[in-house]
């Protein structure tokens, strides 16, 4: 059983910078051909996929966020890592880390197949 565990800071201050972790245990996130995958959720709001990072290494930015976000892994621990840089009160959101079987930025959810509990992140003075 594939299990993904967010962790980070659950309130960060504007113009700062999030950095949130996903655990991964029961795959490694070499293992082809899976992303491992960023995906939000603004209160009031739709998902939002953010980004991924392929099996091999290779990282995929959503263009809006592509300016300020960075997606990066450390084999070792099994973990992959999303940091968004200069963050503002329109951050605030759920953040998932998910596992997809193709590149999936329109979130079709059949293309998932696991997910983290998701983890509560305000921007907030």
């Known amino acids: 059983q594939v299990q993904l565990q967010e962790s980070g800071p659950g309130l960060v201050k504007p113009s700062q910078t999030l950095a949130l972790t996903c655990t991964v245990s029961g795959d490694s996130i070499t293992t082809n051909p899976y992303y491992w995958t960023w995906v939000r959720q603004p209160p009031g709001k739709g998902l939002e996929w953010i980004g991924a990072?392929?099996?091999?290494?290779?990282?995929y930015i959503r263009p809006s966020l592509k300016s300020r976000t960075s997606i990066s892994r450390d084999t070792s621990k099994n973990q992959f890592t999303v940091q968004l840089s200069s963050v503002t009160p329109e951050d605030t959101a759920v953040y998932y880390c998910?596992?997809?079987?193709?590149?999936?930025?329109?979130?079709?959810?059949?293309?998932?197949?696991?997910w983290g509990q998701g983890t509560q992140v305000t921007v907030s003075s």
């Open positions: 998910a596992r997809s079987r193709v590149l999936e930025p329109d979130l079709k959810l059949d293309e998932y197949d696991y």
């Open positions: 990072i392929s099996s091999s290494g290779s990282t």
